[in-house]
């Protein structure tokens, strides 16, 4: 586990995907269908907080239920929630909270690249499109890992 926290992506069924996110204290297991961005949204939400921005989202649907991941950065810390929503267009006030944590940004992005390192290398980018349905999010998670070497953060995945 790194540093606190992993995170897996599982393809299931032609365009679903198991998402685990874990820390020392808990674990949660949300579903994502690819008729939204999930990975894509998931990745430059990171890729944002690295670069900088206090706030980001990013939503995995499920059909009808949503998996939000709403993201606050301070200084080198980010506090993430994870809320269950009964519908992706609901508040966040209607959510409850399945899993949260407080982090370093190093962390939270070094994990995220493994993650998607760790699918690629499993799946392959052809037997991720025939399973997901969708191209691989080479653009992120590219976009993200050069962020994060550019911020110089401790060495990497």
Same mark, same amino acid.
């Given at each position: 586990?790194?540093? %606190? ?6 393809? %299931? ?7 685990? *996110? ?10 994502? @269908?690819?008729? @939204? ?14 670069? %900088?921005? &206090? ?14 991941? *709403? ?6 810390? *980010? ?9 992706? @267009? ?16 190093? &962390?939270?992005?070094?994990? *995220? ?10 799946? %392959?980018? @052809? ?31």
């Amino acid at each position: 586990m790194t540093a %606190g926290i992993r995170i897996t992506w599982t393809l %299931g069924a032609h365009g679903w995907a198991d998402c685990v *996110v874990e820390d020392h204290q808990a674990t949660a297991e949300l579903t994502a @269908s690819h008729i @939204s961005n999930a990975p894509e949204a998931f990745l430059t939400a990171v890729a944002r907080l690295v670069a %900088g921005e &206090t706030e980001a989202r990013a939503q995995f649907e499920a059909e009808p239920t949503a998996y939000r991941r *709403v993201f606050y950065r301070e200084a080198a810390d *980010v506090w993430i929630r994870l809320l269950e929503l009964r519908r992706g @267009s609901d508040h966040d006030i209607r959510g409850t909270e399945i899993w949260s944590a407080q982090l370093p940004i190093d &962390t939270l992005a070094r994990a *995220v690249i493994r993650c998607f390192d760790e699918v690629v290398r499993t799946y %392959g980018e @052809s037997g991720y499109r025939g399973k997901w349905g969708e191209h691989f999010p080479r653009t992120e998670l590219e976009a993200l890992r050069r962020l994060w070497h550019a911020h110089r953060y401790d060495d990497g995945p």
